[in-house]
Nanobody
Framework: QEPLVESGGGTVQAGESLRLSCVVS????????TGWFRQAPGKLREFVAG????????WYGPRVKGRFRISIDISKNMMYLQMNNVTPEDTAVYYC???????????WGQGTQVTVSS
């Protein structure tokens, strides 16, 4: 299956907000949800947040819980990651993917770079 396409990255100051977008198609999704991951330079890819398209329940990685919010707009076939109160530790390439729990299902896309300056 083709990777999902993410956008919305950029450079922001610490404490600011940013919203990432991901194009999804409910037609291509089955029993899984969708989610966000990130990979900082020199580090392993990390699960950020996931959302079920049927509930929709959400779940978050410990480092972003309370600051980031994942959401979907079924009418627009879009998934979003609202990033609030960002810190330099949030600097990474962010990816969206189909997920089962915290496990990615599809191949990875190109991602979108988020850089947070102090």
């Amino acid at each position: 299956q083709e990777p999902l396409v993410e956008s919305g990255g950029g450079t922001v100051q610490a404490g600011e907000s940013l919203r990432l977008s991901c194009v999804v198609s409910r037609r291509t999704l089955s029993r899984y949800g969708t989610g966000w991951f990130r990979q900082a330079p020199g580090k392993l890819r990390e699960f950020v947040a996931g959302i079920s398209w049927s509930d929709p329940s959400t779940w978050y990685g410990p480092r972003v819980k309370g600051r980031f919010r994942i959401s979907i707009d079924i009418s627009k076939n879009m998934m979003y990651l609202q990033m609030n109160n960002v810190t330099p530790e949030d600097t990474a390439v962010y990816y969206c993917n189909e997920v089962s729990g915290e496990r990615a299902i599809r191949a990875w896309g190109q991602g979108t770079q988020v850089t947070v300056s102090s």
